[in-house]
């Protein structure tokens, strides 16, 4: 097989890579489904995995920006990542898994998928890592979806947004977010994540809004009735199942709603302050997301953690973002080591804004937010995101965050380690 080296023929390369994707699909056609193969079996399909996977590389390396502006038309399209890839599937067959191929897997449990989003992972890295293919890419995750632009209207005169895992109320200026899934205490799947993007747009688009504040609802969970929990990370059990996907979770998440929250919608032009109140605990997704808050108050028996040891897979940005908040030292006993840290501790404070006793929540909630209406505040934290984190630091990470996760969630001691949390409530 003959490696893409260099940006020569771009025609010719399409062409031997079509044909060497073919050729690979063949082979995994005579095969038994991936959880019925043999060992040898398995080696034989990994060997041959890795061989055409080495082209896309090669391809996506000489030819990112080319197949971006094929894909855009000259980058006057904007695609979100998934519709990018899917696109790109068509466009330049063997380079990105068709939708036939992606259905075949999302049919399947995590342990007996193919991988077909490794190839995702290598299409996206190479979009990514280029400044000018990847900053439009995140210019386009940074418009406002449809389904919240069809919903705005509606929510500008009802001020109240229901859906199955979010409460967004407009109040007196502000945008109660409340994450409402008692069943799973908040664990975040691909519903989750759409209505948590819905809602911050429908913040970030009505003007009527002049800060956004994140809370867990109150709980009907056997473990938890009657409190309120602000997130139990990944939902570990969807992800076992194989519903957890790297363009409609992993990477949506990271350049969706929690970047839109940081950055504001359409490249910052429209932003506004945030405010999170964790009660309980914010696991691994929960405590992610506080990074990209303005203020932070907690309950004083509440608690923050990232087991991304535990799981196996890369906490999204955190690894990015926290050791710029809390110090490397910090950064990597709570990542690597799995420490919790207690809203108690001092520690926190290099975490937390403001802790408070559980019964003072609603009381603080309310200081925080009104401290965050001034007509300069959103202009202030804008400037301050800029200087502690550009674009392109976030685009650079992402760019190996796409790929790392996609191999990390295939991984077969990830498999082993989400089956066996599957059974718990996050």
Not at 128 to 153: F, K, V, Y
Not at 274 to 282: I, K, R, Y
Not at 328 to 350: D, K
Not at 401 to 408: G, S
Request: proline letters at 4%; aromatic letters at 4%; glycine letters at 8%.
């Amino acid at each position: 097989m003959t490696a893409v080296t260099a940006p020569s023929d771009l025609g010719a390369d399409r062409v031997r890579l079509a044909e060497a994707a073919a050729d690979t699909e063949r082979l995994l056609a005579v095969l038994p489904p991936p959880a019925d193969r043999t060992a040898a079996q398995q080696a034989e399909a990994a060997q041959a995995h890795d061989a055409v996977r080495q082209l896309r590389a090669g391809f996506m390396d000489a030819y990112a920006d080319k197949v971006y502006d094929e894909l855009t038309a000259d980058r006057t399209r904007y695609l979100r990542v998934g519709e990018l890839a899917e696109a790109a599937a068509y466009a330049i067959p063997g380079l990105t898994p068709t939708a036939r191929q992606l259905a075949g897997e999302r049919s399947r449990p995590q342990a007996g998928k193919e991988g077909r989003e490794i190839d995702q992972g290598i299409f996206l890295r190479g979009i990514l890592r280029s400044p000018q293919s990847g900053r439009h890419l995140m210019t386009a995750m940074l418009r406002p979806t449809e389904r919240a632009q069809g919903l705005l209207p509606e929510f500008q005169r009802t001020g109240v947004l229901e859906t199955e895992a979010v409460h967004l109320e407009r109040r007196d200026g502000v945008a109660w977010l409340s994450m409402c899934r008692s069943e799973c205490l908040n664990a975040e799947d691909e519903r989750q994540v759409d209505d948590m993007e819905t809602a911050v747009d429908l913040a970030l688009l009505d003007p009527g809004v002049q800060v956004g504040l994140v809370r867990g609802g109150v709980m009907t969970h056997r473990r938890y009735r009657g409190r309120r929990v602000f997130s139990a990370g990944i939902n570990l059990k969807r992800l076992s199942a194989g519903e957890i996907t790297l363009t409609g979770f992993l990477l949506r998440r990271e350049l969706g709603y929690l970047h839109k929250i940081f950055r504001g919608l359409d490249g910052g032009v429209v932003q506004k302050p945030w405010v999170g109140a964790v009660d309980t605990f914010a696991i691994g997704g929960g405590m992610q997301l506080l990074l990209v808050l303005d203020y932070v108050l907690a309950a004083s028996d509440a608690f923050l953690s990232l087991p991304a040891a535990q799981e196996g897979i890369i906490p999204g940005a955190a690894n990015l973002r926290l050791g710029r908040v809390a110090g490397p030292r910090l950064a990597r006993q709570v990542i690597l080591g799995g420490r919790r840290i207690s809203a108690a501790e001092p520690e926190a404070r290099l975490l937390i804004d403001e802790v408070v006793a559980p019964q003072e929540m609603d009381a603080a909630v309310e200081r925080a937010v009104d401290r965050l209406r001034g007509e300069a505040v959103a202009a202030n934290r804008r400037m301050i995101n800029l200087a502690q984190e550009s674009p392109d630091d976030l685009r650079a990470y992402l760019a190996e965050f796409a790929f790392e996760q996609a191999l990390r969630i295939h991984a077969s001691d990830v498999i082993d380690k989400v089956g066996r949390f599957a059974g718990s409530a996050s």
